[in-house]
């Protein structure tokens, strides 16, 4: 009970947070509502963008993930990202900042319209995005329930717990927008960077050392599956699928949240800050999570596959006092209720991508513009409450969606890379992908679901789900957990198949408007007399 | 200089495959798997590439087009 009610402190601490920054910011103005006027600083919207992207999918699926498959799990998700991220956010995310000041962009659809001179399109991969996050708001709820429930040692219910989460959640986005969103992710990263710490020597200490519990993983010998000192090396990942993980981070900058997150900062020399520090963040967060997972497995070692992302929730309930618990509860809840940008993201997408675009800012307003965002937050909060009460013991569906939407945002990213990059590229070249991607997500989706039957045993090699297709047959496999091609996973065909199609729809079909081309890609001499810098003439039309 | 950073991007990319650590299970000091220890290191490797980043291919054109642009008026001129 008294981890509970730490936590409850805890949601009220980040209520009034959320309350507060209702306070500061300026009535009625959509700018400020869903961007903070374009005006967090340098430590806000590093802590904020990668609070935005640190979600319970991320730490309490790692470590469960960890538990199943080992040390390999901070490989293939933490240092992959501690790379492509700041990669991405470092190429993309500062062009967008640049764009969205210069231009007044706040959705990534906005600059796609205007660069590509499109709006049926726009409004196609505004409602694909938004699909795709969807299921996000939803386990973020379904996560809330579950956490609390746990913590509370079943005091407190999944249903109330997880409209708890919701109304908090829904509350400080209501009344904050964009700024008590970013505010209380601050305080959540600072939260979990300096919780996750202490959870890691305290559960060291109560397990009788960390050394003990390897030992004792390096011995254990299970009498069904491969023995458990696998999870000290990367024998439960095949290096191919290994390899193919490198192209899933790809998807964070194509989640709306994280793009419109980009649009916030005050300066562009904030972003310096953020793609420096943020392999750091990720490291100071994930490999705690991670080792954990895996000394997880010598503490509980029969769990089933339901359970394992609780493992942390778990480990820190036997091994510390209650108060202990409780602030670490609330360290793990600053994780779970990462849906916050993610509604607020759907909100903006909403207002800006189809309220504003068909008019309805020129008719009721600005003011009105505004409370349409506060009434679907509310309205996307309640639904996402009542299917994860409905779906209450189906979460694994959405699990694998989550899976998919991955998948999906990382294979759209070449999508921004032509439009950001490359004059040449076309709206026909985007739709193209756009399709493709949700063709290629629903059609994998499918063989997941129905190849299931046939799915090898851990360590067994992936069977050919056609066989008739002859040398081609490895195209369609099934392997333990995922369909795979030659043993790599969907993403990198999904993505590389997207960038093909950019490129060759775009050669096919007609080029921009001159006028388009010259304002998204500014001749150097002109850039030169804009800027005051001195400059070289680069010839019109020059790619 | 354009190139070598380049490779440098390519180099660190390609040591995330650290197939000379797949099956070992040496612990370091006794309790921490290298091939964690390993990927760790390489997370410390690149927030130090981005620091070569930041310095050597930070775009400043586009920084001090954005910074000379009031913002407010071209807010609503998009609208």
């Known amino acids: 009970m008294i981890p509970a009610i730490i936590v409850f402190v805890y949601l009220a601490i980040v209520l009034y947070i959320g309350i507060f920054a209702f306070r500061k910011g300026k009535k009625g103005s959509s700018e400020d509502f869903f961007l ?41 998700m933490a240092s992959a990202s501690g790379l492509v991220i700041p990669l991405t956010i470092f190429f993309i995310g500062t062009r967008l900042w640049a764009l969205g000041k210069r231009f007044g962009h706040m959705t990534q659809v906005q600059f796609l319209r205007d660069r590509w001179e499109c709006g049926r399109i726009g409004t196609f991969i505004s409602v694909l995005t938004a699909l795709m996050l969807i299921p996000y708001i939803i386990i973020g709820v379904m996560g809330g329930g579950s956490t609390l429930k746990a913590i509370s040692d079943g005091f407190v219910s999944y249903e109330v717990g997880g409209a708890v989460v919701a109304v908090v959640v829904m509350s400080y986005v209501f009344f904050g927008g964009m700024r008590g969103t970013a505010w209380v992710n601050t305080f959540q990263t600072l939260l979990f960077l300096c919780f996750g710490a202490i959870a890691f020597f305290l559960i060291a200490q109560k397990i009788g050392g960390f050394d003990v519990a390897m030992q004792k993983l390096l011995a254990m010998k299970p009498p069904k599956g491969p023995p458990t000192a696998q999870l000290l090396s990367r024998e439960r990942i095949p290096m191919q699928e290994f390899f193919s993980y490198m192209f899933i981070p790809l998807s964070a900058i194509m989640f709306p949240h994280v793009a419109i997150m980009c649009l916030t900062a005050e300066k562009m020399s904030h972003f310096k800050r953020t793609v420096i520090f943020y392999p750091i963040c990720i490291m100071l967060i994930w490999a705690p999570s991670v080792f954990l997972g895996v000394i997880a497995k010598s503490q509980f070692p029969a769990l089933g596959p339901g359970e394992t992302n609780e493992v942390i929730v778990m480990l820190l309930q036997r091994s510390t006092d209650p108060i202990i618990a409780g602030i670490l ?184 408007s001159r006028a388009t081309i010259d304002k998204y890609f500014p001749a150097r001499e002109r850039r030169g007399a804009f800027t005051g810098t001195d400059s070289v003439a680069v010839p019109a039309g020059a790619e | 200089m354009k190139w070598l950073l380049v ?70 001129a998009a609208r």
């Open chain 1, 36 to 76: 903070a006027s374009r005006s967090l600083g340098p430590a806000v919207f590093l802590l904020s963008i990668f609070g935005t992207n640190m979600t319970a999918v991320a730490i309490l699926g790692a470590s469960g993930m960890a538990y199943e498959r080992g040390i390999g799990v901070y490989g293939l």
């Open chain 1, 329 to 512: 509860g609330a360290g793990i809840m600053a994780c779970v209720m990462a849906s916050d940008s993610q509604i607020l993201a759907l909100s903006t997408i909403f207002t800006e991508d189809l309220f504003a675009y068909h008019g309805g800012r020129r008719r009721f307003g600005e003011k009105v513009q505004v409370w349409a965002g506060r009434i679907f937050v509310v309205a996307i909060t309640v639904f996402a409450y009542v299917v994860a009460l409905s779906l209450k013991n189906q979460a694994s569906i959405f699990d694998v969606a989550i899976r998919f939407a991955f998948s999906g945002f990382a294979s759209l990213a070449p999508v921004m890379l032509a439009a950001l990059f490359w004059k040449r590229s076309t709206k026909w070249g985007a739709l193209a992908a756009a399709l493709w991607v949700t063709a290629s997500v629903l059609f994998f989706w499918w063989l997941q679901e129905s190849t299931a039957g046939i799915a090898p045993r851990p360590g067994q090699p992936p069977v050919d789900i056609w066989p008739q297709l002859g040398p081609l047959a490895g195209l369609f496999q099934r392997a333990t957990r995922s369909v795979v091609n030659w043993g790599f996973l969907p993403v990198m065909l999904q993505c590389l198949v997207s960038a093909f199609l950019v490129i060759v729809v775009s050669l096919l079909t007609p080029a921009p």
């Open chain 2, 7 to 76: 490779l440098m991007v390519l180099v660190v990319a390609a040591l995330h495959q650290d197939f000379w650590f797949w099956k070992d299970k040496t612990l370091l000091f006794g309790f921490f798997p290298i091939g964690l220890g390993y990927h760790v290191m390489y997370s410390i490797v690149a927030a130090l590439m981005m620091v070569v980043l930041v310095r050597c291919a930070w775009p400043s054109h586009i920084e001090a087009e954005a910074e000379a642009v009031n913002v407010p008026a071209v807010t609503e």
